[in-house]
């Protein structure tokens, strides 16, 4: 009876219908225009997160900023020219939005003898007089550890550390910056590099936008050759597309009305709707054109298709929208984000998918494609299936393919790894791991985390910072450390200096020294590596970007060592490297738990929905297998789990829920009046038929992804792909294993009487 009432009601206020969607769906539009794209991902970390408290922690103790590495190589020139450039590019950036200072080889201050305590300061650079060269060279080579990360032993590299301010607008800076970068690089003996945790956003947004500026028209082109291959109707085309294009609207304009910011992972939500809202579409276009030659009128023909399919198109809407509404109850807000509007987007597709195809349909004015009697005696006897059905109800080796599966399964998780790293998401000829590539060989790598010592007292003895010293030694040691940055090079300075030795108790008064004259000189360059009151001191390190290297890892290493060779000393560590790989790591064990918990609301929906606890079994189980298999295929295919490809298991879910429902569906509408054997034949012939057109279909379309230049949306479209058919082929296969095993009655919902 609704579906009677829903025909009629769209087929006598048509006009009205049309124009209020167009309306609203123009009002959406304009709030499209208004999303504000933000893919930091300090932004999305939770605030109680341990590794951001450590950071607030960090940040209380010292200036502990997110930086960009610019590196200059030069080809040719004096030192004195080189140093020039330098400081004359310095001046450029400081007028950049969001950079708060800069240190190079012009900010650095070098103890000299002379003044009142026998040692004063002065830059490395002087600024009050004008050396040559050489005098500028015996000046680096005295203070040669304290200009290590600045310039290179043959002089060739020079580099500046620039620290942005904690609101600084990344993508902004970045392209202040790659802006100076292009002008520098149009000298032919000038080549710079630039390298920054925080730009790996900034280059991932600009390659996701040109690619799927690109590969998604071209995806949706094969999408609608093959639709109009399935169908040969081109009204049928659009109105199977539209439904997708209008749900995306009102989908990103309520974003953009909520001022809720899109992120990498909130643009994969095109991507996962498509196969979902299409899929509907197929089933009810394809079961339109069958029912069509059997009704006097197209309203008729309609009213007959929706009571066969509101109730599973409503099942596969209210199933896949509660798997992702899980996700709004995660801490992490990209994924909070991700979760309400995916949920949000697949119910309006139902929405516009009961709407818009009947006001579609009602204007094809062509007739329905006749099949020969020889045709459809063919599809009805099954000939194309006949060999599945033989298998899947008698065949010896049915029972052996679900151990077959789960050995494959085992075998392939265990070899799924998780990256961590988003550096690594980028290809290899992107310009960033180009620089981070050249940086980190010449000066010890790009991420950045502090290690914080304290041993309760003042740092004022030289028992204490020999200690220190150890400490950092070992550290440097460490695989995957670049370099250790601290106090301790001007300390060993002034200490020769003053006493000719490596370490001594008046350099160190002589530094730590905060209210006397000497503390003074250095204070600005001393409170970065030494607390206010003197009880703390602060190394930076320096880890490599490379596979198998986590810093997390490195963190752990360096913990367990001081905790076990210093137990006086309490340890901390934080930064931008351990912030951005605890977000990864959350990010993705969010997203994986929340999976395992989707299958638990999903299938007390198929319970609810289909009124059977046995059909419930019947339609979650082949979407557990097959979402374990894709998991078990990207070990093997070593795929690795980021946070793109992670979004893969939600689409394996969200597709393949609505293989199983629709076939199993089928199956129950057609056993309330045949004979298990024919009504299983009808089911494969309707549902099987449509699911099969829909994977081939859609499927195909999302290998154009694969020609993407981002190696995780590649991976991304493949995946996509192997997980649709994966999905059509064990839902149909598996409840139909399952119901030749242990049989099953249709409920209420499903008898003939009540369509």
């Known amino acids: 009876m609704l579906a009677n009432h829903l025909i009629d009601y769209l087929i006598k206020y048509r006009k009205l219908t049309w124009i209020v969607i167009f309306a609203l769906t123009l009002f959406f539009s304009y709030h499209c225009t208004k999303i504000q794209v933000d893919n930091d991902t300090f932004k999305a970390i939770p605030p109680n997160l341990e590794a951001m408290l450590d950071y607030q922690r960090l940040e209380e103790e010292f200036p502990s900023p997110y930086n960009i590495i610019f590196i200059a190589q030069f080809d040719q020139g004096s ?77 060739s590299l020079m580099g500046m550390v620039l620290a942005l301010a ?71 085309v659009v109105a199977a597309l539209s439904v997708n294009f209008v749900a995306l609207i009102w989908t990103f304009g309520i974003l953009g009305l909520t001022g809720t910011s899109f992120s990498v992972v909130t643009s994969i939500i095109p991507v996962i709707l498509f196969p979902i809202g299409v899929a509907n579409a197929i089933h009810l276009l394809r079961t339109y054109l069958r029912l069509k030659p059997q009704n006097k009128s197209t309203s008729a023909a309609l009213k007959q298709t929706y009571s066969e399919l509101i109730v599973p198109c409503l099942l596969t809407s209210l199933t896949t929208s509660t798997g992702f509404f899980s996700f709004s109850l995660s801490p992490i807000s990209w994924i909070r984000v991700f979760g309400i509007f995916t949920g949000l987007a697949v119910i309006l597709t139902f929405l516009f998918n009961m709407i818009l195809i009947p006001l579609f349909v009602y204007h094809d004015m062509e007739k329905p494609l006749k099949q020969s009697n020889n045709d459809a005696k063919k599809i009805r006897g099954g000939e194309l299936w006949n060999p599945f059905i033989s298998f899947s109800t008698k065949g010896k080796w049915r029972f052996a393919l679900l151990p077959v599966i789960i050995i494959f399964i085992i075998v392939g998780v265990s070899k799924v790894n998780v990256e961590t790293n988003y550096l690594s998401m980028l290809p290899a000829d992107s310009p960033l791991r180009q620089s981070d590539d050249f940086i980190s060989e010449h000066f010890g790598g790009t991420r950045f985390f502090s290690v914080v010592l304290n041993s309760g007292d003042k740092l004022d003895s030289k028992e204490k910072w020999s200690q ?249 479209g493949i995946l996509v792909f192997v997980s649709m058919f994966i999905s059509a082929a064990f839902s149909i296969l598996f409840i139909t294993i399952l119901i030749s095993l242990f049989g099953i009655k249709s409920g209420p919902l499903f008898s003939g009487g009540n369509q």
């Open 166 to 236: 904690e609101d600084a607008d990344r993508n902004a800076v970045m392209d202040g910056v790659l802006s100076l970068t292009e002008d520098i690089n149009q000298s032919q003996f000038i080549t710079t590099y630039v390298a920054s945790e925080g730009a790996v956003s900034y280059f991932i947004d600009k390659i996701m936008k040109r690619d799927f500026s690109i590969l998604l028209p071209i995806c949706f082109l094969v999408v609608s050759f093959l639709l109009y291959n399935v169908f040969k109707r081109k009204l049928f």
């Open 468 to 716: 220190i010293e150890s400490m950092s030694e070992h550290i440097s040691s460490i695989e995957g450390v670049g370099t250790v940055s601290s106090v301790l090079p001007l300390m060993r300075r002034v200490s020769m200096l003053l006493s000719d030795k490596p370490l001594s108790n008046p350099a160190i008064a002589f530094i730590t020294g905060s209210g006397s004259l000497s503390g003074r000189q250095f204070q600005q360059f001393v409170n970065n590596w030494v607390s206010s009151d003197r009880t703390k001191a602060r190394l930076s390190v320096t880890a490599l970007n490379m596979p198998g290297i986590e810093a997390l890892d490195i963190t752990r290493e360096i913990e367990n060592y001081i905790s076990s060779e210093y137990p006086d000393w309490e340890v901390f560590i934080s930064g931008p490297a351990i912030l951005n790989e605890t977000m990864a790591n959350v990010l993705i064990d969010t997203q994986i738990s929340s999976l395992l918990l989707t299958f638990f609301p999903v299938f007390f929906c198929l319970i609810i929905l289909f009124r059977s606890f046995r059909a419930g079994m019947f339609a979650i189980f082949p979407i557990i297998v097959s979402t374990a298999c894709v998991y078990a295929i990207m070990g093997v295919l070593g795929v690795t789990i980021n946070m793109v490809t992670v979004v893969v298991m939600n689409t394996c879910v969200g597709i393949g829920i609505d293989y199983s429902i629709h076939f199993l569906s089928g199956y129950l509408y057609s056993s309330s009046k045949l004979p298990f054997k024919e009504a299983l034949r009808e089911a494969l012939d309707r549902k099987g038929t449509s699911i099969a057109f829909n994977t081939i279909v859609v499927g195909v379309g999302f290998l154009v992804l694969s020609f993407s230049s981002f190696p995780p949306v590649r991976d991304f």
């Open 79 to 155: 030192l004195i020219e080189k140093t020039d450039s330098i400081m004359n590019w310095s001046q450029r950036l400081s007028q950049i939005s969001g950079i708060t200072h800069i240190n190079g080889l012009h900010t650095v201050q070098i103890p000299v003898r002379g003044g009142f305590l026998g040692m004063s300061s002065d830059y490395l650079i002087p600024r009050d007089e004008s050396l040559d060269s050489e005098m500028l060279r015996t000046r680096f080579r005295e203070n040669k550890e304290l200009i290590n990360l600045f310039i290179s032993d043959d002089e």
